[in-house]
Protein backbone atom coordinates (compact mmCIF):
# COMPACT_ATOMS: atom_id res chain seq x y z
CA UNK A 1 0.00 0.00 0.00
CA UNK A 2 3.00 2.75 0.23
CA UNK A 3 3.67 2.44 -3.00
CA UNK A 4 0.41 3.89 -3.70
CA UNK A 5 0.85 7.74 -5.36
CA UNK A 6 0.21 10.35 -3.30
CA UNK A 7 -3.12 11.57 -5.44
CA UNK A 8 -4.63 8.33 -5.82
CA UNK A 9 -4.34 7.73 -2.46
CA UNK A 10 -6.01 10.96 -1.66
CA UNK A 11 -8.54 10.06 -4.17
CA UNK A 12 -8.94 5.99 -2.40
CA UNK A 13 -9.33 8.31 0.97
CA UNK A 14 -11.83 11.12 -0.01
CA UNK A 15 -15.71 10.63 0.59
CA UNK A 16 -17.61 10.31 -2.57
CA UNK A 17 -21.03 9.13 -1.46
CA UNK A 18 -24.36 9.41 -3.03
CA UNK A 19 -28.07 10.71 -1.68
CA UNK A 20 -31.12 10.46 -3.03
CA UNK A 21 -33.41 12.81 -0.96
CA UNK A 22 -36.73 13.86 -0.88
CA UNK A 23 -39.20 15.95 0.84
CA UNK A 24 -39.28 19.17 2.46
CA UNK A 25 -36.32 21.11 2.31
CA UNK A 26 -35.52 21.06 6.28
CA UNK A 27 -35.69 17.48 6.10
CA UNK A 28 -33.09 17.05 3.16
CA UNK A 29 -30.87 19.20 5.55
CA UNK A 30 -31.83 17.12 8.19
CA UNK A 31 -30.73 13.69 6.64
CA UNK A 32 -27.45 15.38 5.44
CA UNK A 33 -26.94 16.44 9.04
CA UNK A 34 -27.65 12.96 10.12
CA UNK A 35 -25.38 11.50 7.78
CA UNK A 36 -22.14 13.95 7.04
CA UNK A 37 -19.71 15.90 8.95
CA UNK A 38 -19.72 19.55 9.20
CA UNK A 39 -17.42 21.07 7.09
CA UNK A 40 -15.53 23.72 9.20
CA UNK A 41 -14.93 27.26 7.46
CA UNK A 42 -11.69 29.48 7.81
CA UNK A 43 -11.87 32.37 9.95
CA UNK A 44 -10.15 35.50 9.08
CA UNK A 45 -11.27 38.68 11.25
CA UNK A 46 -13.23 38.32 14.77
CA UNK A 47 -16.16 36.15 15.52
CA UNK A 48 -18.50 38.79 15.69
CA UNK A 49 -18.08 40.53 12.93
CA UNK A 50 -17.89 37.26 10.80
CA UNK A 51 -21.22 36.29 12.41
CA UNK A 52 -23.04 39.58 11.57
CA UNK A 53 -21.66 39.48 8.24
CA UNK A 54 -22.56 35.70 7.71
CA UNK A 55 -26.11 36.63 9.19
CA UNK A 56 -26.50 39.69 6.67
CA UNK A 57 -25.37 37.17 4.23
CA UNK A 58 -28.17 34.66 5.10
CA UNK A 59 -30.85 37.00 4.90
CA UNK A 60 -29.92 38.04 1.46
CA UNK A 61 -29.41 34.28 0.53
CA UNK A 62 -33.51 34.01 1.77
CA UNK A 63 -34.33 36.90 -0.39
CA UNK A 64 -33.73 34.83 -3.89
CA UNK A 65 -34.36 30.90 -2.19
CA UNK A 66 -35.86 30.84 1.12
CA UNK A 67 -35.99 27.09 1.57
CA UNK A 68 -32.12 27.03 1.52
CA UNK A 69 -31.82 28.55 4.78
CA UNK A 70 -34.50 25.73 6.29
CA UNK A 71 -32.31 23.20 4.68
CA UNK A 72 -29.60 24.77 6.74
CA UNK A 73 -31.43 24.69 10.06
CA UNK A 74 -32.64 21.45 9.51
CA UNK A 75 -28.90 20.25 9.07
CA UNK A 76 -28.17 22.14 12.40
CA UNK A 77 -30.85 20.56 14.13
CA UNK A 78 -29.91 16.89 12.84
CA UNK A 79 -26.92 17.72 14.77
CA UNK A 80 -27.66 19.40 17.67
CA UNK A 81 -26.35 22.76 16.64
CA UNK A 82 -27.21 26.07 17.33
CA UNK A 83 -27.74 28.88 14.26
CA UNK A 84 -24.72 30.25 15.09
CA UNK A 85 -22.60 27.18 13.83
CA UNK A 86 -23.61 26.87 10.76
CA UNK A 87 -24.13 30.40 9.53
CA UNK A 88 -20.30 30.58 8.11
CA UNK A 89 -21.64 28.22 5.62
CA UNK A 90 -23.59 31.25 4.08
CA UNK A 91 -20.22 34.12 3.80
CA UNK A 92 -17.41 31.59 3.98
CA UNK A 93 -16.02 34.36 5.91
CA UNK A 94 -14.41 35.74 2.74
CA UNK A 95 -11.78 33.81 2.37
CA UNK A 96 -9.24 34.42 -0.38
CA UNK A 97 -10.21 31.88 -3.14
CA UNK A 98 -7.79 28.74 -3.59
CA UNK A 99 -6.15 27.88 -6.69
CA UNK A 100 -8.57 25.96 -8.63
CA UNK A 101 -8.24 24.64 -12.78
CA UNK A 102 -12.17 23.72 -13.47
CA UNK A 103 -13.38 23.55 -17.31
CA UNK A 104 -16.52 22.99 -19.00
CA UNK A 105 -17.97 23.19 -22.48
CA UNK A 106 -21.03 23.23 -24.23
CA UNK A 107 -21.02 22.26 -27.93
CA UNK A 108 -24.16 22.00 -30.02
CA UNK A 109 -23.59 19.03 -32.25
CA UNK A 110 -24.69 19.11 -35.86
CA UNK A 111 -27.41 16.65 -35.30
CA UNK A 112 -28.51 19.29 -32.74
CA UNK A 113 -27.96 18.15 -29.50
CA UNK A 114 -26.29 20.09 -26.62
CA UNK A 115 -23.91 18.26 -25.04
CA UNK A 116 -21.80 19.32 -21.86
CA UNK A 117 -18.54 18.32 -20.31
CA UNK A 118 -16.72 19.39 -17.07
CA UNK A 119 -13.68 18.34 -14.95
CA UNK A 120 -13.75 19.46 -11.51
CA UNK A 121 -10.33 20.25 -10.14
CA UNK A 122 -9.52 21.26 -6.64
CA UNK A 123 -7.19 20.55 -3.78
CA UNK A 124 -7.29 17.41 -2.10
CA UNK A 125 -8.24 18.74 1.10
CA UNK A 126 -11.61 19.17 -0.31
CA UNK A 127 -12.88 15.46 1.12
CA UNK A 128 -16.21 15.86 0.74
CA UNK A 129 -17.05 15.00 -2.41
CA UNK A 130 -21.43 14.31 -2.77
CA UNK A 131 -23.88 13.17 -5.53
CA UNK A 132 -26.96 14.28 -4.25
CA UNK A 133 -30.22 13.85 -6.28
CA UNK A 134 -32.61 15.91 -4.57
CA UNK A 135 -36.69 15.95 -4.76
CA UNK A 136 -37.63 18.88 -3.11
CA UNK A 137 -41.13 19.44 -2.59
CA UNK A 138 -42.78 22.10 -4.44
CA UNK A 139 -39.20 22.71 -6.80
CA UNK A 140 -37.61 21.41 -9.78
CA UNK A 141 -35.29 17.53 -9.18
CA UNK A 142 -31.90 18.02 -9.80
CA UNK A 143 -28.91 15.79 -10.10
CA UNK A 144 -25.61 17.56 -8.70
CA UNK A 145 -22.55 17.59 -6.29
CA UNK A 146 -22.33 19.08 -3.22
CA UNK A 147 -18.58 19.81 -1.77
CA UNK A 148 -19.52 19.96 1.70
CA UNK A 149 -20.86 23.43 2.14
CA UNK A 150 -24.77 22.87 3.06
CA UNK A 151 -27.02 23.08 0.22
CA UNK A 152 -23.96 23.99 -2.20
CA UNK A 153 -24.10 22.43 -5.69
CA UNK A 154 -21.11 22.67 -8.10
CA UNK A 155 -22.53 21.56 -11.30
CA UNK A 156 -25.62 19.32 -11.90
CA UNK A 157 -28.80 19.40 -14.06
CA UNK A 158 -32.68 19.77 -13.28
CA UNK A 159 -35.60 17.99 -14.56
CA UNK A 160 -36.09 20.99 -16.84
CA UNK A 161 -33.33 20.13 -18.72
CA UNK A 162 -31.12 22.94 -17.63
CA UNK A 163 -27.10 22.42 -16.39
CA UNK A 164 -25.71 25.03 -14.14
CA UNK A 165 -21.72 24.50 -13.32
CA UNK A 166 -19.08 27.57 -11.44
CA UNK A 167 -15.37 28.40 -11.61
CA UNK A 168 -13.35 30.09 -9.31
CA UNK A 169 -11.54 33.65 -10.60
CA UNK A 170 -8.34 34.20 -8.88
CA UNK A 171 -8.62 38.64 -9.15
CA UNK A 172 -8.05 41.29 -7.55
CA UNK A 173 -9.19 41.57 -3.83
CA UNK A 174 -12.49 44.10 -4.14
CA UNK A 175 -11.82 47.00 -1.61
CA UNK A 176 -15.44 46.37 0.04
CA UNK A 177 -17.86 43.39 -0.29
CA UNK A 178 -21.49 44.03 1.34
CA UNK A 179 -23.49 40.87 1.93
CA UNK A 180 -24.35 38.79 -0.71
CA UNK A 181 -25.08 35.26 -2.09
CA UNK A 182 -22.24 33.11 -1.93
CA UNK A 183 -20.99 30.94 -4.97
CA UNK A 184 -21.31 27.35 -3.95
CA UNK A 185 -25.53 28.42 -3.63
CA UNK A 186 -25.77 30.38 -6.98
CA UNK A 187 -26.20 27.07 -9.08
CA UNK A 188 -28.60 25.54 -6.58
CA UNK A 189 -30.60 28.40 -6.58
CA UNK A 190 -30.58 28.33 -9.99
CA UNK A 191 -31.59 25.11 -10.62
CA UNK A 192 -34.49 24.94 -8.38
CA UNK A 193 -35.69 28.38 -9.72
CA UNK A 194 -35.28 28.35 -13.00
CA UNK A 195 -36.27 26.48 -16.08
CA UNK A 196 -34.36 27.54 -19.09
CA UNK A 197 -30.20 29.01 -19.51
CA UNK A 198 -32.18 32.34 -19.83
CA UNK A 199 -33.98 32.47 -16.86
CA UNK A 200 -31.02 31.59 -14.66
CA UNK A 201 -28.19 34.70 -16.40
CA UNK A 202 -31.19 36.91 -15.09
CA UNK A 203 -31.65 35.03 -11.76
CA UNK A 204 -27.66 35.74 -11.45
CA UNK A 205 -27.80 39.11 -12.77
CA UNK A 206 -30.37 40.53 -9.98
CA UNK A 207 -28.00 38.86 -6.80
CA UNK A 208 -25.50 40.86 -4.87
CA UNK A 209 -22.31 38.45 -4.98
CA UNK A 210 -19.64 38.05 -2.94
CA UNK A 211 -16.90 36.25 -4.98
CA UNK A 212 -15.23 36.79 -8.19
CA UNK A 213 -16.63 33.65 -10.54
CA UNK A 214 -17.60 32.47 -13.72
CA UNK A 215 -21.15 30.86 -14.57
CA UNK A 216 -21.82 28.49 -17.31
CA UNK A 217 -25.76 27.81 -17.67
CA UNK A 218 -27.24 25.98 -20.67
CA UNK A 219 -30.39 23.94 -21.76
CA UNK A 220 -31.08 22.08 -24.85
CA UNK A 221 -31.60 25.65 -26.76
CA UNK A 222 -29.11 28.70 -25.38
CA UNK A 223 -26.03 28.55 -23.25
CA UNK A 224 -24.48 31.34 -21.70
CA UNK A 225 -21.18 32.27 -19.74
CA UNK A 226 -21.72 34.30 -16.92
CA UNK A 227 -18.71 36.64 -15.23
CA UNK A 228 -19.36 37.92 -12.45
CA UNK A 229 -17.11 40.18 -9.55
CA UNK A 230 -18.11 40.97 -6.18
CA UNK A 231 -20.63 43.49 -5.07
CA UNK A 232 -23.91 44.97 -6.41
CA UNK A 233 -24.39 44.77 -9.80
CA UNK A 234 -25.48 48.60 -10.01
CA UNK A 235 -23.50 49.49 -6.64
CA UNK A 236 -19.48 48.78 -7.40
CA UNK A 237 -19.66 44.92 -8.71
CA UNK A 238 -19.52 44.25 -11.97
CA UNK A 239 -21.03 41.38 -14.25
CA UNK A 240 -21.02 40.15 -18.03
CA UNK A 241 -22.94 37.75 -20.03
CA UNK A 242 -20.84 36.23 -23.04
CA UNK A 243 -23.34 34.34 -25.68
CA UNK A 244 -21.24 31.87 -28.25
CA UNK A 245 -20.32 33.10 -31.53
CA UNK A 246 -20.10 29.51 -32.88
CA UNK A 247 -21.83 26.37 -31.65
CA UNK A 248 -19.81 26.24 -28.41
CA UNK A 249 -18.99 28.15 -25.00
CA UNK A 250 -15.61 27.27 -23.10
CA UNK A 251 -15.09 28.20 -19.68
CA UNK A 252 -12.42 27.98 -17.23
CA UNK A 253 -11.08 30.40 -14.36
CA UNK A 254 -10.60 33.60 -15.78
CA UNK A 255 -12.70 36.32 -17.62
CA UNK A 256 -12.91 36.27 -20.88
CA UNK A 257 -14.51 39.67 -21.53
CA UNK A 258 -12.09 42.65 -22.41
CA UNK A 259 -13.24 45.12 -19.34
CA UNK A 260 -12.94 42.51 -17.12
CA UNK A 261 -9.48 41.21 -18.00
CA UNK A 262 -7.98 44.05 -16.14
CA UNK A 263 -9.45 42.59 -12.59
CA UNK A 264 -7.01 39.43 -13.15
CA UNK A 265 -4.31 42.03 -12.17
CA UNK A 266 -0.54 40.54 -12.60
CA UNK A 267 -1.63 37.07 -12.51
CA UNK A 268 -0.56 34.15 -15.13
CA UNK A 269 -3.62 33.23 -16.65
CA UNK A 270 -1.45 31.17 -19.46
CA UNK A 271 -2.51 27.08 -18.13
CA UNK A 272 -6.33 28.74 -18.30
CA UNK A 273 -6.12 30.14 -21.74
CA UNK A 274 -3.96 26.92 -23.68
CA UNK A 275 -7.20 24.39 -22.02
CA UNK A 276 -9.73 26.72 -23.85
CA UNK A 277 -7.68 27.18 -26.69
CA UNK A 278 -7.41 23.31 -27.02
CA UNK A 279 -10.92 22.49 -26.54
CA UNK A 280 -11.65 25.16 -29.52
CA UNK A 281 -9.40 23.05 -31.59
CA UNK A 282 -10.34 20.06 -30.64
CA UNK A 283 -14.10 20.99 -31.98
CA UNK A 284 -12.81 22.58 -35.04
CA UNK A 285 -10.81 19.69 -36.37
CA UNK A 286 -12.44 16.64 -34.76
CA UNK A 287 -15.43 14.85 -36.86
CA UNK A 288 -18.35 14.89 -34.28
CA UNK A 289 -21.07 15.07 -36.21
CA UNK A 290 -23.81 13.62 -33.41
CA UNK A 291 -24.84 12.49 -30.05
CA UNK A 292 -23.35 9.28 -30.31
CA UNK A 293 -19.94 9.93 -31.29
CA UNK A 294 -19.92 13.38 -28.96
CA UNK A 295 -20.93 11.37 -26.06
CA UNK A 296 -17.60 9.30 -26.48
CA UNK A 297 -15.32 12.03 -27.57
CA UNK A 298 -16.49 14.20 -24.65
CA UNK A 299 -14.97 11.41 -22.32
CA UNK A 300 -11.86 11.37 -24.32
CA UNK A 301 -11.19 15.06 -23.96
CA UNK A 302 -12.11 15.21 -20.45
CA UNK A 303 -9.66 12.19 -19.99
CA UNK A 304 -6.41 13.59 -21.85
CA UNK A 305 -3.17 14.96 -20.07
CA UNK A 306 -1.18 16.78 -23.16
CA UNK A 307 -2.96 20.36 -21.97
CA UNK A 308 -3.93 18.89 -19.42
CA UNK A 309 -7.55 18.63 -19.01
CA UNK A 310 -7.17 15.91 -16.43
CA UNK A 311 -4.77 17.11 -13.41
CA UNK A 312 -2.64 15.47 -11.27
CA UNK A 313 -0.86 18.05 -9.29
CA UNK A 314 1.21 17.67 -6.43
CA UNK A 315 -1.60 19.71 -4.08
CA UNK A 316 -4.60 19.21 -6.41
CA UNK A 317 -6.30 17.10 -8.84
CA UNK A 318 -9.36 16.69 -10.83
CA UNK A 319 -12.11 15.30 -8.27
CA UNK A 320 -14.94 14.53 -10.31
CA UNK A 321 -16.37 14.55 -14.04
CA UNK A 322 -19.66 15.12 -15.89
CA UNK A 323 -20.88 14.52 -19.19
CA UNK A 324 -24.48 15.53 -20.13
CA UNK A 325 -26.89 15.25 -23.39
CA UNK A 326 -29.39 18.43 -22.61
CA UNK A 327 -31.48 17.73 -25.31
CA UNK A 328 -31.58 13.43 -24.74
CA UNK A 329 -31.28 14.23 -21.05
CA UNK A 330 -28.89 11.97 -20.35
CA UNK A 331 -25.99 12.04 -17.76
CA UNK A 332 -23.14 10.66 -16.29
CA UNK A 333 -20.46 11.33 -13.74
CA UNK A 334 -17.33 10.08 -13.06
CA UNK A 335 -15.76 9.93 -8.89
CA UNK A 336 -12.09 10.66 -9.23
CA UNK A 337 -10.09 11.44 -12.00
CA UNK A 338 -11.79 10.59 -15.27
CA UNK A 339 -8.32 9.02 -16.57
CA UNK A 340 -8.74 6.35 -14.48
CA UNK A 341 -12.31 5.53 -13.56
CA UNK A 342 -15.52 5.13 -15.50
CA UNK A 343 -18.63 7.56 -15.85
CA UNK A 344 -21.66 5.87 -14.33
CA UNK A 345 -24.70 7.12 -15.90
CA UNK A 346 -27.83 8.35 -13.75
CA UNK A 347 -31.55 8.59 -14.42
CA UNK A 348 -32.38 12.15 -15.54
CA UNK A 349 -34.19 13.88 -12.32
CA UNK A 350 -37.77 13.53 -12.70
Not at 6 to 14: H, M, P, T
Not at 205 to 211: D, V, W, Y
Not at 262 to 270: K, S
Amino acid sequence: MNDIPADLRQEIDADYRTFELTGDHTAIGYEMGLATPLRQVETWRDRETELAFARACALMVGRFHPPLLDESQGYAAAQGRRWEEVLHHFSLNLPEGALSGCTTFVYRLPDGHTLVARNHDFLYTQQQRYLRRLSPTGYPATLGTQAGFIGSCYDGVNSHGLFAALHLIRAQTAERVGPGVPFHLIPRIVLETCRTAREAVARIQEMPHLFPFNYLVADPDEMFAVEVYPGRVRGGGRIRVRRPTNDYLVVTNYFQSPDMRPLHGRRNLTSQIERVRWIERRIAHDSVVNAVDGWSWAQRLLRDHSVPMCHHQPNQATLWSLVADLTARRVAYCHGAPCRNEFREWDWPA
